[in-house]
């Protein structure tokens, strides 16, 4: 079974200073697809990012980009220039290339970005 | 653009009592999900459709909970009897289901039992 760990409950960060959250995992799957998912205080969870395992080049998008470490299983976050509104919930997630397409997620990261 | 809709957004119920969720997925969406996401944790996945068939309800607790998506749509999650520990939300989400589809999620609906 794949299992999904977070290991920061809670971390906060200046407005416009940068933040890395971590992110492990536990597979013995060689093809997999990790994400990272937002959601805000009393909204949705929204895809924020995604990186296929067979991709050596980190995902990017805007100013959040991925540390992907196949080896060591490690899936981290980085945020720059943290805005107020990337205040949420940040959850890591895990799904297999093989299979029925069903999604595993850690415990999650509470982010407050302070002014 | 188009989103996951669930309703209601909030339910409040006495144990013992029966409660039901229900969800529109993303039109086109051929996978549908049901999560429940206990307070301060991530979601887990309750019940997972491709169109109408169950493709996994290992973590669905049969004796209490039950899901349906008759015609491939939208689908209804019950709980009966409800229980103290049944409070959480959830969250419907979807997938065009091919492979490395994200997952669009909906509000949720905050479930309280009292």
């Known amino acids: 079974a794949q299992t999904v760990t977070q290991s920061q409950p809670e971390m906060s960060v200046q407005e416009a200073e940068t933040v890395t959250l971590s992110c492990t995992y536990d597979?013995?799957?060689?093809?997999?697809?990790l994400f990272w998912y937002k959601q805000p205080p009393s909204r949705q969870m929204i895809l924020v990012i995604r990186q296929e395992a067979y991709k050596q080049q980190n995902a990017t998008e805007n100013r959040f980009s991925v540390n992907f470490q196949k080896a060591a299983k490690s899936f981290s976050l980085k945020i720059s220039d943290s805005q107020l509104g990337d205040t949420a919930m940040y959850f890591c997630?895990?799904?297999?290339?093989?299979?029925?397409?069903?999604?595993?997620f850690g415990a999650g990261t509470r982010l407050t970005v302070k002014p | 653009e188009a989103e996951v809709a669930q309703s209601p957004r909030y339910k409040i119920t006495e144990k013992s009592q029966a409660v039901a969720f229900w969800c529109d997925p993303i039109?086109?969406?051929?996978?549908l999900y049901w999560y429940r996401q206990i307070l301060g944790q991530g979601p887990e996945l309750l019940v997972q459709?491709?169109?109408?068939?169950?493709?996994?309800d290992s973590q669905l607790p049969k004796d209490r909970f039950s899901a349906e998506r008759l015609k491939g749509v939208d689908s209804t999650l019950k709980i009966q009897p409800a229980e103290l520990g049944d409070s959480a939300m959830y969250l419907c989400?979807?997938?065009?289901?091919?492979?490395?589809?994200?997952?669009?999620f909906g509000n949720g609906t905050r479930l309280t039992v009292t």
């Open positions: 989400a979807s997938s065009w289901g091919a492979e490395n589809s994200p997952l669009h």
């Open positions: 997630a895990f799904m297999k290339q093989s299979g029925n397409n069903d999604m595993r």
């Open positions: 597979t013995s799957e060689n093809n997999y697809y």
């Open positions: 459709f491709q169109d109408e068939s169950v493709v996994d």
């Open positions: 039109s086109g969406h051929a996978t």
